[in-house]
């Protein structure tokens, strides 16, 4: 089976446009347990790709159309391709340039008999997340830092982690009736890091730790469509974390007002709703200690400032597109010519063509 890396190659649309001989000839190819389909026998109508770094699983999903033998009243290829629980590989690209975009595992299939079309198989797949979201339990661990859980955890799942130091240790600690995806989801939240999951690769990572766009999207060039909006609605101007320490019989209190700024915009929405007055938000936790009612504070405005700029766009499909990466826009003005992270990007190929949508994130205007 392919992989599926989170690069940090650099590109240019021209040099892109140019490899793929002007996005002539859209094609991909569907793999199942390593075995490609026969496209010239089996007919697969719509293929959509999901990648995320937010809570949720990658996905896709395909249409086959061809799939019901009327002469023998059933479906077809149901043992051999289209079966739960089997490998799935999907590549895009144009020609015999193709690129591998989701690996996983075939986790739903649903036969469709429709009053007044051909029958349909509707297949889905879901990513390793799958896996990890599945067996609620109850785990402890001792003297164990952030980073070390998340290791652990990952390499159940996976060859490689990537997961970025933390500093503060447990002395002990339970998680009760969580799978292992809550649990990682809870320490990312704790931690200000994000946490995502890219092919079979897990990642535990500090936020904008490098920025570097892979490429410039211009408007009037290569923009199909694009809309940004900026919101103060979850805007606040700092955080206040309460808890108590019950070993040493004391309140721990940490305030935050401050978070990593992406882009060269100069004010962020602690500064803008600052203008307006002292906006706070109060949390009331169960950590045991300063340090982490610290990072626990630091995550949830970075979160909250995360959220101010928030857009929609699409191209011509690209397959090198990945929710994680960084695009930079320009033709737009000096406010909007910034460096933006791709959180949720689609790819979407049919008999109309490959199509690539994304949303993008920015937290300075």
Do not use: C
Not at 157 to 171: C, L, P, R
Not at 196 to 221: A, C, D
């Amino acid at each position: 089976m392919g992989s599926v890396t989170l690069d940090t190659k650099t590109y240019t649309y021209d040099a892109l446009e140019k490899n793929y001989s002007q996005f002539h000839s859209p094609a991909f190819q569907v793999l199942i347990n390593g075995q490609a389909i026969d496209k010239s026998q089996i007919s697969v109508s719509e293929i959509v790709v999901y990648n995320s770094v937010e809570a949720e699983a990658d996905t896709v999903e395909f249409i086959v159309n061809n799939s019901f033998d009327r002469v023998k009243s059933e479906f077809k290829w149901v043992d051999q391709f289209f079966t739960l629980g089997k490998d799935l590989e999907i590549k895009l690209g144009y020609g015999d340039k193709l690129t591998t975009v989701f690996v996983g595992k075939i986790t739903r299939i649903e036969y469709s008999l429709p009053a007044n079309s051909s029958p349909l198989i509707h297949v889905r797949g879901m990513d390793i997340t799958f896996q990890m979201m599945k067996f609620k339990n109850t785990s402890s661990w001792k003297n164990k830092k952030s980073s070390d859980i998340v290791k652990t955890i990952g390499a159940k799942f996976s060859d490689k982690v990537v997961a970025d130091d933390t500093t503060e240790s447990f002395t002990e600690k339970t998680f009760v009736k969580m799978s292992d995806f809550e649990v990682i989801k809870y320490l990312a939240e704790l931690e200000n890091r994000e946490f995502f999951v890219v092919g079979k690769t897990v990642y535990f990572r500090k936020f904008f730790k490098s920025t570097t766009p892979m490429i410039t999207l211009t408007y009037g060039k290569n923009l199909i469509n694009l809309n940004i909006q900026s919101d103060l609605y979850h805007q606040v101007s700092k955080v206040i974390i309460t808890s108590w320490d019950e070993l040493q019989n004391k309140k721990i209190e940490s305030t935050v007002s401050s978070y990593t700024k992406l882009g060269t915009n100069s004010k962020t929405g602690i500064d803008m709703v600052k203008q307006m007055g002292d906006f706070i938000d109060y949390y009331e936790s169960n950590v045991h200690s300063a340090a982490h009612a610290k990072t626990s504070g630091e995550s949830k405005l970075q979160r909250k400032g995360n959220l101010l700029v928030h857009g929609q766009g699409e191209i011509r499909g690209l397959p090198e597109f990945r929710a994680g990466k960084f695009i930079k826009l320009d033709g737009l003005g000096k406010k909007l010519n910034q460096v933006y992270y791709l959180k949720k990007v689609i790819h979407k190929i049919s008999k109309s063509g490959y199509i690539t949508q994304f949303v993008l994130g920015g937290n300075a205007v």
